[in-house]
């Protein structure tokens, strides 16, 4: 896999197996010229976004079903009255 590094813009080659260890998370590699690069912390970083994102969704979702249900119930209590009458 071909490489550039975002410090220097040097570009290199690294084994497909090493970039995708570098993915999950390893410890960090060096360009050519010696700058730190790493993979995995910044993916960790988006996907931890992303999950965090989902969760807020998730309970803006259970609480508009549940603020539904409430109005739901209301509404079918108010028609029982009606019809009772």
Known sequence: RVLECW???????????LYLREKDGA??????N??????GKGQMK???EE???VRVERTRCR?????????NDRLL???DKKKKK
Do not use: D, S, T, V
């Open 27 to 32: 410890n960090g590699f060096h360009c050519p």
């Open 46 to 48: 988006k996907l931890e």
């Open 51 to 53: 999950l965090c994102e």
């Open 63 to 71: 609480l508009g079903w549940e603020k539904a249900a409430r109005e």
């Open 7 to 17: 410090i220097c813009g040097c570009l290199f080659a690294m084994p497909e197996q």
């Open 77 to 79: 209590k108010q028609l």
């Open 34 to 39: 010696g700058h730190l690069l790493g993979l």
